[in-house]
Nanobody, 124 residues
Framework: VQLQACGGGLAQAGGSLRLSCAASGRAFSRYAVGWFRQTPGKAREFVVGISGTASSTYYAESVKGRFTISRDNAKNTVWLQMNSLKPEDTAVYFC??????????????????WGQGTQVTVSS
C-alpha cells in the first residue's frame, strides 16, 4: 500500500483546508486510516481515524467539532476537512493505514503504512 497525502498549505485562523490521502495497492476498504500530525521536537499526535467501511470514526478532543474525516473506497481516498483552523493546528499532517479495518487506533505504532506528510500552516 502506498499513501499520498496532499492538500496542505497556508490558511488564516478561522479558515479551512481539505487534505486528501490517496491510496494505491490493496483494496482500500480492507484497512482503517488515521491522520496524525507532528511539530518539530514533539511526538506524532493522533488527529482522527476512520474504519475500513467508515462505520466508525474517532476524533481527538482538540479537533472535535472542527475537523471531519470521510472516505470513498471506490476512489481509494480519505479526506480530512479542517474548519475553524487555529494556529495550534500548524503541523505536518500524515495519513496512515492500519491493516485491521475494524480498528480505529490512536496509537501510531499500530499503523502499517504511512504517507509522506503535508505541511499545514495556520497564521493568526
Amino acid at each position: 500500500v502506498q499513501l499520498q497525502a496532499c492538500g496542505g498549505g497556508l490558511a488564516q485562523a478561522g479558515g479551512s483546508l481539505r487534505l486528501s490521502c490517496a491510496a494505491s495497492g490493496r483494496a482500500f476498504s480492507r484497512y482503517a486510516v488515521g491522520w496524525f500530525r507532528q511539530t518539530p521536537g514533539k511526538a506524532r499526535e493522533f488527529v482522527v481515524g476512520i474504519s475500513g467501511t467508515a462505520s466508525s470514526t474517532y476524533y481527538a478532543e482538540s479537533v472535535k467539532g472542527r475537523f471531519t474525516i470521510s472516505r470513498d473506497n471506490a476512489k481509494n481516498t480519505v479526506w480530512l476537512q479542517m474548519n475553524s483552523l487555529k494556529p495550534e493546528d500548524t503541523a505536518v499532517y500524515f495519513c496512515a493505514a492500519d491493516l485491521n479495518p475494524l480498528r480505529v487506533s490512536m496509537n501510531p505504532v499500530t499503523y502499517n503504512y504511512w504517507g509522506q506528510g503535508t505541511q499545514v500552516t495556520v497564521s493568526s
